[in-house]
C-alpha cells in the first residue's frame, strides 16, 4: 500500500513549507525583539521604539535594514559616557592655571611667570609654603600675619630698620 508519487510530493512539500514558515516566523519574532531591545537602549523616547517594532515587524526583511539605517549611532550608555569623558576634558583645561598678565600656561609650583615677570605666588615667611597672592594666613602653618601682597618683603626685613625696608621695597 504505496502512495502514489505526487501525494509523497504534496506530503513533503507541506512538511517542508510548515518547517520554513516556523522558522521564518521565529525569525521574524526575534528580530522584533531585538528591535525593541536595541532601540530601547538607545532612545527613552516609547514613540520611537514602537516606531522600531512597527516598521520590522510590517516589512520583514527590508524593515531590518531600514531599522539599521535610521537606528540613532550610539547607545544611550555610549553617549553617557562620552558626555563624561568631555566633561572631564573640560574640567582639565578649566584647572590647568595661567598667568594673568599674558594668559600662557604656568607651572602651579611657580613664583613669577618667566615671560612676563607677573607675581603669581608668595612664600609662607614661616614655613616657605606656596600660597595664593591673596590670601592673608597661611594655611600650611596658621601664620596670620602676611601681607597679602607683599609677603616676602615684610617678613624678611625687621620693622625697626627704616632704611632696610626702603632698601627691600626697591627690590620689588
Ligand atoms: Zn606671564
Ligand atoms: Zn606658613
Redesign the pocket.
Known amino acids: 500500500m504505496t502512495l502514489p508519487l505526487s501525494e509523497t510530493l504534496a506530503s513533503y512539500l507541506t512538511i517542508f513549507t510548515a518547517i520554513s514558515g516556523a522558522i521564518f516566523a521565529a525569525l521574524w519574532l526575534s528580530l522584533i525583539v531585538w528591535a525593541l531591545r536595541d532601540m530601547r537602549a538607545r532612545t527613552r523616547d516609547p514613540i520611537a521604539q514602537i516606531m522600531a517594532v512597527v516598521v520590522v515587524a510590517v516589512l520583514p526583511v527590508a524593515g531590518i535594514l531600514i531599522y539599521l539605517i535610521l537606528r540613532p549611532s550610539e547607545t544611550l550608555a555610549e553617549s553617557y559616557e562620552r558626555a563624561l569623558a568631555e566633561e572631564a576634558l573640560l574640567q582639565e583645561i578649566e584647572e590647568r592655571p595661567s598667568c594673568p598678565g599674558c594668559s600662557r600656561t604656568t607651572d602651579p609650583h611657580w613664583i613669577l611667570c618667566p615671560h612676563c615677570h607677573t607675581r603669581l605666588k608668595k612664600a609662607?615667611?614661616?614655613?616657605?609654603?606656596l600660597?595664593e597672592l591673596q590670601w592673608n594666613l597661611?594655611p600650611?602653618?596658621?601664620?596670620q600675619h602676611v601681607n597679602p601682597f607683599q609677603a616676602d618683603e615684610k617678613t624678611a626685613v625687621p620693622d625697626t630698620d627704616k632704611e632696610d625696608e626702603t632698601t627691600a621695597e626697591r627690590e620689588i
Open positions: 609662607c615667611p614661616d614655613c616657605n609654603s600660597m597661611c600650611f602653618c596658621g601664620n
